[in-house]
């Protein structure tokens, strides 16, 4: 139990361009999912706190405007990263929160390698 | 100073041998922690979490919380190859994933066969 699943698993685009990356709970639901952006050899690092049906809450010094987040439903939330520029190529990563009776934790997806050319 | 330091390593020991992964932390609103592996380019799977300060066992591993000292480590006993991955410290400031975490920067461990 407790897959979240990332898609894509890798993306190329030009500049300028926007790029959508999906992440779902594939075997519970998840109220909660977060995104992180891991840059080469540095440490994950929270962007944003994406709740379903509400409007997702950025840390500092993330765009709002430029990381839209759409969490519409209890299995899937989207990130789409809009005018990408080289200085956005990262990796993605999406959690899903996952509460149980015994757990409250959350799960990681697999990524999403960004490159933008 | 970063609220979570951790070695970046590489750290390099030999099959079979315990292995000590640590992380000090200077924000004592931290609460709960957590050890998680990140192999190449893919997310990261949760090892061991915990919330009180002590030591939790599970197989191999034992994660070991100090909140006077702010400092938690993770052991890992009969190393193996497939252990060879980055082991990542987090923590949050409330319980039950309502937060997201902070990580540290991640130890890269090489076991040699």
């Known amino acids: 139990g407790a897959v979240v699943s990332q898609h894509p698993s890798r993306v190329i685009c030009k500049s300028g361009t926007s790029v959508k990356i999906e992440c779902r709970s594939l075997d519970f639901q998840a109220t909660t999912m977060f995104w992180y952006r891991q840059f080469p050899k540095q440490s994950l690092m929270l962007m944003a706190t994406?709740?379903?049906?509400?409007?997702?809450?950025?840390e500092q010094g993330v765009e709002k405007d430029k990381f839209l987040i759409n969490h519409a439903s209890l299995t899937l939330s989207t990130l789409t990263v809009t005018s990408a520029h080289p200085e956005d190529s990262s990796f993605y990563i999406c959690?899903?929160?996952?509460?149980?009776?015994?757990?409250?934790?959350?799960?990681f997806g697999p990524g999403t390698r960004l490159t933008v050319l | 100073q970063k609220e979570v330091e951790q070695d970046p390593g590489p750290l390099s020991v030999p099959e079979g041998a315990i292995v000590s992964l640590n992380c000090t932390y200077s924000n004592s609103a931290f609460q709960y922690f957590m050890w998680y592996r990140q192999y190449s380019r893919k997310g990261p799977e949760l090892l061991m979490y915990?919330?009180?300060?002590g030591n939790k066992e599970d197989g191999r591993f034992t994660a070991q919380v100090d909140k006077s000292s702010k400092y938690i480590s993770l052991f890992i006993r009969d190393s193996q190859p497939s252990d060879s991955a980055t082991y990542l410290c987090a923590m949050e400031y409330s319980g039950g994933g309502a937060d997201g975490l902070t990580f540290g920067k991640g130890t890269h461990l090489i076991i040699q066969p």
């Open positions: 959690s899903a929160r996952m509460v149980g009776p015994s757990t409250d934790t959350q799960y």
């Open positions: 994406s709740n379903e049906g509400s409007k997702a809450t950025y």
């Open positions: 915990t919330y009180s300060s």
